[in-house]
């Protein structure tokens, strides 16, 4: 990963909220009550595929890519935080890696249905709002990062 995409994305963050850590990471990940983002370049093409699909679905005049929009929707997680969400979330990501492990669901439909749970949703929601209503800040660091 380009020390430059690193430094980008921490000045992007911190225009956005300097409350919120950034750590580099093997995947996007969020830790809402550290108020923390990982952020990794790399993507898996199944989870870029079914986010994408989401987004369109959601939002068909988005034209953001995933790497912006998956950023976003971590720094989303902090701000759309409800620990109301966790427990229903905990139950439901179990039963989705149990049916995933019996091979009663593929990686896409795995994906399909994680993608929708509560706080995913949210997440992606306020990331898409966010990029729709600062479209010229959001596309100079798409360059940027691109
Ligand atoms: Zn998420």
Known sequence: MKLFKK???KKFV???SPDIKVKFGRALECEPTE????VSFKSNEIDKKT???YVKE???TCQFNDL???ILHEIGHIFTYDENDEE???QDTELLSLLYKEQMLSAEELNRFYLRLDMESKATKWAIEFAQAN????SRFQKQIS
Not at 135 to 138: A, C, E, I, R
Request: net charge neutral; hydrophobic share 50%; glycine share 4%.
């Open 58 to 60: 959601l939002d068909n």
């Open 7 to 9: 430094l980008k994305v």
């Open 135 to 138: 479209q010229m800040f959001v």
């Open 14 to 16: 911190k225009q956005i």
């Open 88 to 90: 229903p979330y905990l």
């Open 51 to 53: 986010f994408m699909e």
């Open 35 to 38: 108020n923390t983002i990982y």
């Open 68 to 70: 912006v929009l998956g």
